[in-house]
């Protein structure tokens, strides 16, 4: 069956602008999962709300763009990927400027609502668009930046929200957080419009929307309770939600592998989930994302509270951490090594030493630890997550065939974001569950939990490529004894 966008720009320059307008726009898109964090207590002081009223400004951001990658995915590649890449740019466009004139916190609330869908729109169109538009010796390299771009986006949050409320631009406050976005989306949207071609529509099947709703529910569920389990103390409705949306999601992914649905478009198509490599791939992003995601959380917390950082010293801590993943990303988009586990394994390694001094460092200065203690750790921990990010996503998305990229591009940022999720509720419960006054010896044995994720990440990808190399030589053994029976 012929796909759309296999052709879809005719000249390498153009190639090139519509690769970048797609990275600006994950860039903005996953800047936005935690730039707020930072502005919660003046959101709560400025609407005269809780801090947990104030945290949904946060979750109505992270629960629609979890939940609806994966079926906006899939209608990318039958509606049309330039289409809805424009649609959720545009979306997440007018929630951010209704965020910063929002009058009441259920507005701002709203309005974070339509930035998270807008970004769950997009972003899934990247990893395709960039699948189908650049020639395959090229991919690795785009493969390299989208991770380089998308790291640095949601590692550099807590950076940019800091100074943005340290510099108090115009007098807006964290009203000045939503609106750069508004710039970087217009750029966006008009060299997308300029660059990309229109669409081609080739499939004529219906959409399996029953599926599509299952997921949504299933992966807003679980969203909701692993983020606000700790808050809410963990009541029995809120446990049950997690096993329930678990068995949904389990239910989901069999009626896929098993095609219940005849003449509908499956969700996800049958190929992926019979691919070992794509599937590994997948569970290894939603594993080293459910690590890593809470170490920057986790500091920026901690240094305000313990040593009493400003959000501007918290900005300069962390932003070591972006610059090193961005080299690490761009390392990985330019070196192919012959084994695909042989990056991650690498990465995961690195990543697992950094934590693990973050862990010693923290123990020995406590509330006396200075900026300059953190930057050898965070380099470490940088490099090895972009190495390792940028490695697996090109492995995945080398598994897939054209027509089903939406659908890929969304199973893998699905986990993502499942993945961020987990790692900031698992590092917040055990930062803040065992002691009413969280110390810098909590935060360190809250940093034992992504070491010990890394820790069997790097003996998984271990395995992974002792398999590989196994199965590599048996090929090179039967091709030369077929050779020598000739």
């Known amino acids: 069956m012929p796909h759309q966008g296999t052709n879809l720009v005719s000249t390498g320059a153009r190639q090139w602008g519509a690769v970048w307008a797609l ?15 930072l502005a919660l207590p003046n959101i709560a002081q400025d609407f005269a709300i809780s801090g947990s009223h104030a945290q949904w400004v946060l979750l109505a951001y992270l629960i629609p763009l979890a939940a609806f990658l994966l079926p906006m995915g899939r209608f990318g590649d039958a509606l049309g990927r330039r289409r809805l890449f424009c649609v959720g740019v545009a979306a997440f466009a007018m929630g951010a400027c209704l965020a910063a004139c929002s009058p009441t916190s259920a507005i701002l609330i709203a309005a974070r609502t339509l930035q998270g869908i807008g970004a769950a729109c997009l972003m899934p169109q990247i990893l395709a668009l960039i699948n189908v538009t650049l020639p395959p010796d090229q991919r690795r390299r785009a493969f390299g930046y989208f991770g380089m771009i998308s790291a640095m986006g949601a590692i550099a949050g807590p950076v940019f929200g800091g100074v943005f409320l340290e510099l108090d631009l115009f007098g807006l406050g964290w009203r000045f957080v939503f609106l750069p976005s508004i710039p970087a989306c217009a750029v966006a949207f008009l060299v997308a419009l300029l660059c990309l071609d229109k669409d081609e529509f080739v499939r004529k099947q219906s959409m399996d929307v029953w599926q599509g709703a299952l997921s949504i529910c299933a992966i807003a569920m679980l969203v909701f309770a692993v983020a606000q389990g700790r808050v809410l103390g963990w009541p029995i409705w809120l446990l049950a939600m997690i096993p329930i949306s678990l068995g949904m999601i389990s239910y989901m992914l069999v009626c896929q592998a098993r095609g219940r649905s005849p003449g509908l478009m499956p969700l996800i198509p049958r190929e992926l989930l019979r691919s070992n490599v794509f599937c590994f791939s997948a569970a290894m992003v939603l594993l080293t994302f459910s690590g890593i995601a809470g170490v920057p959380f ?10 009493q950082f400003s959000p501007g010293s918290v900005a300069s801590t962390l932003v070591v951490h972006p610059l090193f993943a961005t080299l690490g990303a761009y390392l990985a988009g330019h070196f192919t090594p012959k084994s695909p586990w042989k990056l991650p394994l690498l990465g995961s390694l690195t990543v697992c030493t950094g934590v693990a001094l973050l862990v010693i460092l923290f123990q020995a200065f406590q509330n006396e630890i200075r900026t300059l203690h953190l930057v050898f750790p965070l ?26 990229a939406g659908a890929a591009s969304g199973v893998l940022q699905t986990s993502q974001q499942i993945g961020i999720s987990l790692s900031i509720a698992i590092v917040g419960g055990l930062y803040f569950g065992h002691a009413q006054s969280p ?20 003996l998984l990808f271990g395995a992974a490529q002792r398999w590989y190399s196994v199965k590599t030589d048996g090929r090179v053994a ?6 020598e029976n000739r």
């Not at 990275?23 to 964090?37: K, P, R």
């Not at 110390?439 to 790097?458: K, R």
Request: proline share 3%; glycine share 10%; net charge negative.
């Open 23 to 37: 990275l600006l726009a994950a860039f903005v898109a996953m800047l936005d999962v935690t730039m707020v964090n």
């Open 298 to 307: 986790l500091l920026a917390v901690t240094l305000q509270q313990g040593p």
């Open 379 to 404: 380099s470490l921990v940088g490099v090895g997550i972009g190495v390792s990010n940028v490695a697996l996503m090109s492995t995945a998305m080398s598994e897939v065939s054209g027509a089903d």
């Open 439 to 458: 110390t810098m010896l909590s935060a360190a044995n809250a940093f034992l939990y992504p070491s010990l994720v890394f820790a069997g990440a790097s």
């Open 478 to 483: 039967g091709k030369m004894a077929a050779e």
